[in-house]
């Protein structure tokens, strides 16, 4: 496992940095390469963002054995919404296009013009645009690399919580 001279907040750090560079990855398509994100990136986007705090969170806070397996469960949850988030776009990238759902509304339009729960629900959804493919590496699109990304995040939050005393 860990070498045992690492602390935790390294490890920790570790995951924050791995999760920023996500983040800045995404930033970089989205004005550099100019994708601009579907509504199913930016739910993906939102539980990077809360996970880089939460290893951000740990790393300052230090946690003992319980406070580590508080982390884990908390960043654990958000890598399981986010690999289901992540499946459901690889689900729609993989649909005939017959039965892509059709383009919503812009997400400004719908903040101003929904409640707070139906633009989730519209989000989560997905819509037309999710169904194009953009960047790849590997022969896998933006979604298979978030579903696994979520994975290594949420098992690399779970390894530092069990891997003995800090």
Same mark, same amino acid.
């Given at each position: 496992?860990?070498?045992?001279?690492?602390?935790?907040? &390294? $490890?920790?750090?570790?995951?924050?940095?791995?999760?920023?560079?996500? =983040?800045?990855?995404? @930033?970089? %398509?989205?004005?550099?390469? !100019?994708?601009?994100? /579907?509504?199913?990136? =930016?739910?993906?986007?939102?539980?990077?963002?809360?996970?880089?705090? %939460?290893?951000?969170?740990?790393?300052? !806070?230090?946690?003992?054995?319980?406070?580590?397996?508080?982390?884990?469960? @908390?960043?654990? %949850?958000?890598?399981?919404?986010?690999?289901?988030?992540?499946?459901?776009?690889? &689900?729609?990238? !993989? @649909?005939?296009?017959?039965?892509?759902?059709? /383009?919503?509304?812009?997400?400004?339009? =719908?903040?101003?013009?929904?409640?707070?729960?139906?633009? @989730?629900?519209?989000?989560? !959804?997905?819509?037309?645009? /999710?169904?194009?493919?953009? &960047?790849?590496?590997?022969?896998?699109?933006?979604?298979? &690399?978030?579903? $696994? /990304?979520?994975?290594? $995040?949420?098992?690399?939050?779970?390894?530092?919580?069990?891997?003995?005393?800090?």
């Amino acid at each position: 496992m860990f070498s045992r001279r690492i602390s935790n907040n &390294w $490890l920790y750090l570790a995951g924050f940095l791995f999760a920023s560079g996500l =983040m800045g990855f995404g @930033l970089y %398509l989205q004005y550099i390469e !100019h994708q601009d994100p /579907c509504p199913l990136c =930016m739910v993906q986007r939102v539980i990077f963002i809360a996970i880089l705090v %939460l290893f951000l969170l740990a790393a300052t !806070h230090g946690p003992r054995r319980l406070g580590a397996r508080i982390y884990a469960a @908390l960043i654990g %949850l958000l890598s399981m919404t986010g690999i289901a988030v992540a499946a459901r776009h690889i &689900w729609i990238q !993989h @649909l005939p296009p017959d039965q892509v759902p059709a /383009c919503g509304p812009g997400l400004d339009y =719908m903040l101003e013009t929904m409640p707070m729960a139906k633009v @989730l629900k519209e989000l989560l !959804h997905g819509s037309g645009e /999710c169904a194009a493919k953009g &960047w790849s590496f590997l022969g896998f699109g933006i979604p298979e &690399w978030s579903l $696994l /990304c979520y994975l290594l $995040l949420g098992s690399w939050a779970v390894l530092i919580a069990f891997r003995g005393n800090p």
